[in-house]
């Protein structure tokens, strides 16, 4: 009985370790999934809507966009879009933290009436937290966080796409089929 435990627990484990997950799984806020021209989500605050891209410059991913997950570390150029009127209308800095919040770089307030901000950056591999700043009166400043990873793989990406996680599915799965067999074949001899 103690075998038939074993690879339940393991088909469980990898069952629920092996779920994706989201890019922008906690926005703070609404997050505009269906975002119509946009690939990546389009985060919304009081009436004020913010995007982020990120460009590489590498050329085996010219032309591609990444939300938050750069797959390899060098030169980057983040684009942040303000898309509603009221953003247009307001002050904005930007501001790149590293994980451990220390200031990268960032851009002082200014508006930007054609909604457009670059941020041209060399990213090491690690985590990223790109702050976007909008003030529309001296008293009002609201602050819309965006996560920037490089070079680091979601952990259910071990579960599911490597060649590893594929490994412990199929041995998963034949253990189990294998010991159903053997319980069915001793219930029938009986």
């Not at 505009?32 to 389009?42: L, W």
């Not at 009081?46 to 590489?56: A, K």
């Not at 980057?76 to 790149?96: E, N, P, Q």
């Not at 060399?122 to 990873?149: A, C, S, W």
Request: a positive charge; hydrophobic letters at 45%; proline letters at 5%.
């Amino acid at each position: 009985m103690r075998l038939f435990f074993c690879p339940l627990f393991i088909w469980i484990f990898g069952w629920i370790f092996g779920l994706s997950s989201p890019s922008f799984a906690d926005c703070g806020h609404v997050c505009n999934k269906n975002a119509g021209r946009f690939k990546c989500p389009v985060m919304e605050k009081e009436g004020y809507s913010v995007h982020m891209d990120l460009y590489t410059q590498q050329s085996i991913y010219q032309g591609q966009t990444f939300c938050d997950n750069m797959p390899d570390p060098g030169q980057a150029t983040i684009v942040v879009d303000l898309i509603s009127d009221k953003a247009r209308a307001a002050s904005v800095a930007v501001k790149l933290f590293s994980d451990n919040d220390k200031l990268l770089k960032s851009l002082a307030f200014r508006s930007y009436p054609n909604g457009t901000i670059s941020l041209p950056v060399y990213l090491e591999k690690g985590r990223y937290r790109l702050e976007v700043i909008l003030k529309d009166k001296p008293n009002n400043q609201l602050t819309f966080d965006f996560p920037i990873t490089v070079a680091i793989k979601p952990w259910n990406y071990y579960l599911v796409e490597s060649k590893m996680g594929i490994l412990l599915w199929a041995t998963s799965l034949a253990m189990i089929l294998s010991f159903s067999l053997f319980r069915l074949d001793r219930a029938v001899r009986r």
